[in-house]
Structure formats: C-alpha cells, structure tokens
C-alpha cells in the first residue's frame, strides 16, 4: 500500500450520492408530451381592428378639412389685426396725463441722475 492510499480512502468514503430532483422525470415528460402536440393557429384579429385605422384616418381628414374651411380669408385676418392695432393707438393717445404723470417723473429723475453723474466723472478727470 502506498502513502495515498489512507487519503484515496477517505476521500472516496466523503463523495455524496448524486440525487436528482423528484420533479425532473415529470418535467421531462410534460415537455415530450408538448412537443408532439401541434401549435394552435394564430387568431384573425376582429373586423373592429382592421377598420380603426381607416376609420380614424377618414375622421381626422374631416376634422383638418371643417378646420380650413372655418378659417377666415387672409384680408379679414388683416383687418381685425389693424383694427386692434388702431384701438390700442386710440387707447394710448386718449390715456389721461395722470395716468403717464408718474412715468414722466420718473424718466426725468433717471436724466438728471445720469447727467450729475457724467460731469462727476468729468469733474474728477485731471
């Protein structure tokens, strides 16, 4: 005997059974018996689906075709355009001075700040 034979021994006495798992012959047999059955066919999808697409196409095309006929003509565009311009000019022109009063001082205010300043930089040049 040699010096392995003791360690042969014991790592031979150590190996564990091989088991396998209850449920492999059932799963094993499940899956032959589906594969010799054939495939269902593949559904026809309902009417109701081939038609929504031409469907919504047809009731989009309305829509777009009632949106261009309920637009005005360009020139009516236009004349609603200056007439609201014309009012806002109107509006402007009929403002009451006390509306713009506080503006005005304001603007004068900022003038007179800005022109005290320019002769103070001028005034501190050698």
Do not use: C
Not at 14 to 19: G, M, Q
Not at 81 to 107: F, H, K, Q, Y
């Amino acid at each position: 005997m040699s010096n392995d034979a003791p360690l042969h021994h014991a790592l031979s006495r150590s190996l564990p059974e091989p088991t396998t798992p209850t449920t492999l012959h059932g799963s094993i047999m499940n899956a032959v018996r589906s594969a010799g059955q054939p495939a269902p066919a593949p559904r026809k999808p309902p009417l109701a689906l081939w038609l929504a697409g031409p469907i919504a196409a047809v009731l989009f095309g309305a829509i777009w075709a009632w949106h261009l006929a309920s637009r005005p003509a360009p020139q009516v565009a236009l004349d609603r355009i200056g007439a609201a311009l014309g009012t806002s000019e109107e509006i402007v022109s009929a403002a009451p001075d006390s509306t713009l009063a506080p503006l005005t001082l304001e603007w004068q205010r900022l003038n007179q700040d800005l022109t005290n300043g320019a002769q103070f930089v001028l005034a501190a040049l050698p």
